[in-house]
């Protein structure tokens, strides 16, 4: 298989499947297939899915049915496509999803896309395949890495898997069946990977995992290592400038890494840290195993280790027995932390959780209106943040051309998206930017000192 074939990879859901699937655009590279943005040109097309809510699964459906349309325009002129399910979904579904839609040809489950060279010859040969097996073998050790040419066209700020799978088991939540057990990859194959991504231009690191701070990988020394110490280590990596991590649980914010917020300079102060829910009573319901003053108490450690820290949470409305009371709960501590940002989700019942039974489930007419009031109470916290930082100078790591004829964007070190007149020499650098000007979803501003690179 060495002829120029091109793949086209959808991901649907969170920063993991998106990691997930440029391994796979990676490890599919060396057997010949190119990644292409257009599904109508691609010969193979993988839809790596998300099962977190029913919309995420509804969704590949329907676009199933449009790959059909494609599949089926190509075979008229003689082009054979094949389609691959990948991710959570066919991992919770497996061979269901050929019956569904008889037109895909290989499902593979979200442990075993490093297989997929194989699988796709196999599936070749006729019958489609389904593998969603947990397999014995480390996936991490077999996929491929990607080339300087895939790191540098992927942009300066990359993601490192550093842990996968959830022994939580929230009560809402179908991450434990999906990507199984907790697993925590080793600190020295998560620094050669960063090393890689440093030396082709990569600045910023976002080390990602379901529960990324319960991580505990096995260290140099033969010990397990907190994600605060690994931080520590990716700090030093040369070129390395920022670095961040999504998604953690409360429960496991340790007094050790809360104080990396205080020593590392290079960990960023904005952390994704989702509550669920402001009333106690939600939060035992849904098993999170901390109550909102041990999540207020977080908060407050967090702030006195790093003071111009800022947070962004998930909520879920319309949990099973949630009350106007219990809602209220939760609209006041978005106004207590005064979170710069936050997703929220109607709950959505899922197959073999044990909210799903719970017997007191919520309307879609209350989910609805709840869910309107907490999103204007969000927009509101962030619109205040947002509106704090107008004149305040912060570093911005500049990415690409910007909107308009001479600007080029980049991050402040809160995600913020920041427009600046400036020469497209500063992509990939990091420069002070003072904040001129504040709108629904960017700043402006104007560069405030000679540009500096930072870790150069
Ligand atoms: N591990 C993270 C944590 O503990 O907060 C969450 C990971 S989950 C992939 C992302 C978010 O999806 C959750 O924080 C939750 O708000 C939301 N979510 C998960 N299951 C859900 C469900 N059944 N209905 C609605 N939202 C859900
Ligand atoms: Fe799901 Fe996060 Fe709870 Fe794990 S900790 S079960 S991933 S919500």
């Given at each position: 298989?060495?002829?120029?074939?091109?793949?086209?990879?959808k991901s649907f859901g969170c920063?993991?499947n998106v990691?997930?699937s440029?391994?796979?655009?990676?490890?599919?590279?060396?057997?010949?297939?190119?990644?292409?943005?257009?599904?109508?040109?691609?010969?193979?097309?993988?839809l790596n899915t998300c099962h977190i809510?029913?919309k995420a699964e509804?969704k590949v459906?329907?676009e199933?049915?449009?790959?059909?349309?494609?599949?089926?325009?190509?075979?008229?002129?003689?082009?054979?496509?094949?389609?691959?399910v990948a991710g959570c979904v066919?991992?919770?579904?497996?061979?269901?999803?050929?019956?569904?839609?008889?037109?895909?040809?290989?499902?593979?489950?979200?442990?075993?896309?490093?297989?997929?060279?194989?699988?796709?010859?196999?599936?070749?040969?006729?019958?489609?395949?389904?593998?969603?097996?947990?397999?014995?073998?480390?996936?991490?050790?077999?996929?491929?890495?990607?080339?300087?040419?895939?790191?540098?066209?992927?942009?300066?700020?990359?993601?490192?898997?550093?842990?996968?799978?959830?022994?939580?088991?929230?009560?809402?939540?179908?991450?434990?069946?999906?990507?199984?057990?907790?697993?925590?990859?080793?600190?020295?194959?998560?620094?050669?990977?960063?090393?890689?991504?440093?030396?082709?231009?990569?600045?910023?690191?976002?080390?990602?995992?379901?529960?990324?701070?319960?991580?505990?990988?096995?260290?140099?020394?033969?010990?397990?290592?907190?994600?605060?110490?690994?931080?520590?280590?990716?700090?030093?990596?040369?070129?390395?400038?920022?670095?961040?991590?999504?998604?953690?649980?409360?429960?496991?914010?340790?007094?050790?890494?809360?104080?990396?917020?205080?020593?590392?300079?290079?960990?960023?102060?904005?952390?994704?840290?989702?509550?669920?829910?402001?009333?106690?009573?939600?939060?035992?319901?849904?098993?999170?195993?901390?109550?909102?003053?041990?999540?207020?108490?977080?908060?407050?450690?967090?702030?006195?280790?790093?003071?111009?820290?800022?947070?962004?949470?998930?909520?879920?409305?319309?949990?099973?027995?949630?009350?106007?009371?219990?809602?209220?709960?939760?609209?006041?501590?978005?106004?207590?932390?005064?979170?710069?940002?936050?997703?929220?989700?109607?709950?959505?019942?899922?197959?073999?959780?044990?909210?799903?039974?719970?017997?007191?489930?919520?309307?879609?007419?209350?989910?609805?209106?709840?869910?309107?009031?907490?999103?204007?109470?969000?927009?509101?916290?962030?619109?205040?943040?947002?509106?704090?930082?107008?004149?305040?100078?912060?570093?911005?790591?500049?990415?690409?051309?910007?909107?308009?004829?001479?600007?080029?964007?980049?991050?402040?070190?809160?995600?913020?998206?920041?427009?600046?007149?400036?020469?497209?020499?500063?992509?990939?650098?990091?420069?002070?930017?003072?904040?001129?000007?504040?709108?629904?979803?960017?700043?402006?501003?104007?560069?405030?000192?000679?540009?500096?690179?930072?870790?150069?």
């Open positions: 298989m060495t002829s120029a074939r091109k793949v086209h990879i920063q993991m990691y997930d440029h391994r796979m655009a990676d490890t599919l590279a060396p057997e010949g297939f190119r990644e292409t943005p257009r599904a109508e040109d691609a010969d193979l097309i993988v809510r029913e509804e459906f329907s199933l049915g449009r790959m059909r349309t494609l599949k089926e325009a190509a075979a008229s002129v003689g082009r054979r496509v094949m389609i691959a066919a991992q919770a579904h497996g061979r269901e999803i050929v019956r569904r839609a008889p037109t895909v040809d290989l499902v593979v489950g979200s442990q075993n896309y490093h297989r997929l060279p194989a699988l796709i010859a196999r599936a070749e040969r006729g019958g489609a395949l389904v593998d969603t097996e947990f397999p014995i073998e480390d996936k991490f050790g077999v996929l491929r890495p990607p080339s300087r040419a895939a790191i540098r066209a992927r942009g300066v700020s990359a993601f490192v898997t550093v842990q996968e799978g959830c022994d939580k088991f929230c009560t809402f939540c179908v991450v434990p069946y999906t990507r199984g057990a907790e697993a925590s990859r080793p600190v020295v194959k998560i620094i050669e990977e960063t090393e890689r991504l440093a030396q082709a231009g990569v600045r910023e690191i976002t080390l990602i995992g379901q529960n990324v701070n319960a991580y505990h990988g096995q260290g140099p020394d033969g010990r397990a290592w907190p994600l605060a110490r690994l931080l520590a280590r990716i700090g030093e990596v040369r070129g390395i400038a920022r670095m961040r991590y999504t998604t953690s649980h409360p429960r496991d914010m340790k007094t050790g890494l809360i104080a990396a917020h205080r020593d590392l300079p290079g960990l960023m102060p904005y952390l994704h840290v989702p509550a669920q829910s402001g009333s106690d009573h939600v939060l035992s319901r849904m098993k999170r195993r901390h109550t909102r003053a041990d999540y207020l108490d977080t908060i407050t450690h967090l702030r006195a280790a790093r003071p111009d820290m800022a947070f962004s949470s998930d909520f879920i409305v319309g949990f099973p027995g949630e009350s106007e009371r219990d809602f209220e709960n939760t609209l006041s501590l978005i106004d207590e932390v005064g979170f710069a940002g936050a997703f929220s989700f109607k709950y959505s019942a899922r197959p073999g959780t044990p909210a799903a039974e719970m017997p007191d489930q919520i309307g879609e007419d209350a989910k609805s209106e709840r869910l309107y009031r907490l999103q204007a109470a969000i927009d509101r916290n962030s619109a205040a943040f947002n509106a704090r930082c107008l004149g305040r100078t912060l570093e911005v790591l500049f990415e690409k051309p910007g909107r308009h004829p001479g600007q080029i964007v980049g991050r402040s070190p809160y995600l913020q998206a920041v427009q600046v007149m400036a020469p497209q020499s500063l992509i990939g650098k990091i420069a002070a930017v003072t904040i001129t000007e504040v709108s629904s979803n960017s700043l402006f501003g104007s560069l405030a000192r000679a540009a500096e690179a930072a870790g150069d």
